[in-house]
């Protein structure tokens, strides 16, 4: 560990190198979207500044860098075989496939997904074999005692209990899963969009029995319909446990709402199923797992507070229409009352979406001009679903930050109007606004080139395409090591600025494996499936624009380039080819080649020459350079703002 610690503390000059290149990144890009902000207001000036030396920045992209922004934007980054693969394909054949990502074989990351256990299994299973950390710590304590007892000469039975699976375990297959299908899958835009609407349709993985609902969430409610229909997208998170629990509908009942008395079965049935009345008795045996459940005590029902309006307020302000929408507090009232009785069954075991009559508001509702008659029941959500999937609102808004996310933080109007109008003619077709989007010119423009800062997952998955780095899968420490993967809501990191680290500085983790990688991204602001407002984290790249993120960024860029990151490993004689045994001046040209694509401002360039040259005693002309100088400048280079933007 001593000397993992002592491998980050980087020269003050190293530091200062790489601080300079994430500056110049943070103002090009701060510059970028001023200029688009305002557009109109100084269209003169703007016109001026353009022929006195701009004229590069509205020179078309070339081929190659078409192919480079392509991948960059419905993926995770380029590889040298993915570029050459769209060369020969073109760039409306790859598209296409990777809108049909069921036609797409993926076997290498079906191999690296088997160690994880917990990715397939249904909340249920996952209620049963993670139970709550409450009961683990209570488990344990009572572990401790029975070890005091003993030394004392006393004898207490009880379970293995550090064989126990703890639940955290779930969310660290879950994290580590993500990252891998970033990396390795062939599915890109698959991946990209399921990570675009799980972002969209937010839950926070440690509200409550949330811990057990989140992977079936991503599993079943987000990526089946990531490049589906809209409104099936949106009925499936609607009735999805998770988001139930996350913004608390599934206990909105009407005012005064009481559950039923509990069915008990008669003694006729009892006799007939071959089991006895209470108190009698009966040579009969009664059938298997029948009778536990019929004599079992009834659950609880859930404890309601009236109605919750969290949802209904959610629905509409982040999931559809936008927060200027067009909709007022008496529409979130009445869509509130539409979802009364969308409850989830016996969540504290995992159970199912379930709609509860005796919950529902049978009156009748007017939402948004739309009247929804009295005497209703599931189909009162259902209708609003319908409704707001395809309101014009919602055509807007979702195009809005599609377009934010593929083609820039400040999208023109008139883009977001076309491709609104794909939307809306393709009745919310996710498939068709992505193809409509991808070909649009402001797509393929000067502009929108290396235009958006990464955020850190974006970051730390190019990063190993960039540098074709293998990653080994860690297995779930039992018992855990290291801090809790799932605070408490209070220990959590703020979403956006990650807290400030000094450079140089060794970060507390797990030891394990690619927990190194899932701990860089929650350091950097970004700690998967933990964001806890609806909100979800911005699809504004200038929330990961701060100087936290520049001393995390140049942490992690540093251990990954310098192979000290656990469970990843980086091969620079394969990436580097006859240049590993070159000179400094031909090891750069060749990282600027492969990481870079071989496309960096002349003052990337030269300052990572001189700077790079001078902070490694200045290597003699021809002299082949070390491990270290190659790893330092792949540090660099990761650093530099061609990188830090996609």
Not at 113 to 118: A, G, I, Q, V, W
Not at 368 to 395: C, F, Q, W, Y
Request: glycine fraction near 8%.
């Amino acid at each position: 560990m001593k000397e993992f610690r002592n491998h980050l503390l980087l020269s003050d000059r190293v530091f200062r190198i790489v601080a300079i290149l994430l500056a110049i990144c943070i103002a090009s890009q701060t510059a970028f979207i001023a200029e688009g902000a305002g557009q109109k207001k100084k269209a003169a000036s703007a016109a001026s500044q353009r022929k006195a030396g701009a004229q590069t920045q509205r020179e078309p992209l070339t081929e190659e860098q078409k192919i480079v922004h392509l991948l960059s934007r419905i993926g995770y980054g380029p590889t040298r075989e993915q570029i050459e693969r769209v060369k020969k394909m073109g760039i409306a054949a790859y598209l296409e496939e990777q809108l049909h990502p069921e036609t797409i074989e993926d076997k290498k990351v079906v191999e690296l997904l088997k160690p994880f256990n917990t990715l397939n299994l249904s909340p249920q299973e996952l209620a049963q074999s993670y139970p709550p950390p409450q009961i683990v710590n209570r488990l344990r304590q009572i572990q401790e005692q029975r070890r005091s007892s003993q030394s004392e000469g006393g004898l207490m039975d009880g379970p293995n209990l550090p064989a126990l699976p703890d639940p955290q375990q779930v969310i660290f297959e879950l994290q580590q899963a993500k990252l891998i299908r970033a990396v390795y899958s062939e599915r890109q835009l698959l991946e990209v969009m399921t990570d675009f609407w799980f972002n969209h349709f937010n839950v926070f993985a440690a509200k409550g029995a949330d811990r057990w609902y989140i992977s079936s969430y991503e599993r079943e409610a987000i990526q089946p319909h990531a490049l589906g229909k809209f409104k099936d997208l949106l009925m499936a998170t609607a009735k999805s446990p998770a988001m139930l629990i996350y913004l608390d509908n599934w206990l909105s009942a009407q005012p005064g709402g009481r559950p039923p008395r509990p069915w008990r079965p008669s003694p006729e049935l009892m006799r007939e199923l071959g089991i006895q009345p209470q108190g009698q008795q009966s040579q009969m045996r009664p059938p298997q797992g029948l009778a536990p459940l019929l004599f079992a005590p009834p659950p609880p029902p859930p404890q309601t507070a009236g109605l919750n309006e969290n949802y209904a307020r959610e629905l509409m302000e982040l999931h559809t229409l936008g927060v200027d929408g067009g909709y007022t507090q008496k529409d979130v009232v009445e869509v509130a009352r539409c979802f009364t009785g969308w409850s989830v069954l016996q969540p504290q075991n995992g159970g199912g979406f379930v709609f509860r009559p005796w919950a529902h508001d049978r009156g009748e509702k007017i939402v948004l001009g739309v009247k929804i008659p009295a005497g209703g029941g599931i189909e009162d959500g259902e209708r609003v679903i319908d409704l707001l999937a395809n309101h014009p609102s919602t055509a807007r808004f979702i195009s809005t930050k599609l377009l934010q996310r593929f083609v820039s933080d400040s999208p023109p109007q008139a883009l977001i109007e076309r491709i609104a109008s794909v939307f809306t003619k393709s009745g919310g077709d996710i498939r068709e606004v992505l193809r409509a989007i991808v070909m649009s010119p402001e797509f393929f423009s000067r502009e929108a080139y290396r235009s958006k800062v990464k955020s850190p997952f974006e970051l730390v998955a190019s990063s190993i395409r960039a540098l074709e780095a293998e990653v080994t899968p860690g297995p779930f420490p039992n018992p855990p090591q290291g801090p809790p993967l799932l605070p408490s809501p209070g220990q959590l990191p703020s979403p956006g600025p990650p807290q400030q680290q000094r450079p140089g500085q060794a970060p507390q983790q797990r030891p394990q494996q690619a927990q190194f990688l899932i701990g860089a991204i929650g350091r950097m602001g970004q700690p998967l499936y933990l964001c806890q407002p609806p909100t979800g984290y911005s699809e504004n790249s200038q929330a990961w624009v701060n100087t936290g993120a520049l001393l995390n960024r140049l942490n992690f860029a540093t251990a990954l380039a310098s192979n000290r990151a656990p469970g990843v490993r980086i091969d620079y004689s394969r990436l580097l080819g006859d240049a590993a045994t070159s000179s400094l001046e031909q090891v750069i040209d060749r990282l600027i080649s492969v990481i870079l694509k071989g496309d960096p401002s002349p003052q990337t360039g030269e300052t990572l020459k001189n700077q790079v040259a001078d902070s490694t005693n200045r290597v003699e002309g021809g002299k082949p350079a070390s491990q270290a100088d190659i790893a330092r400048i792949a540090g660099l280079i990761l650093g530099s703002p061609e990188f830090q933007k996609r």
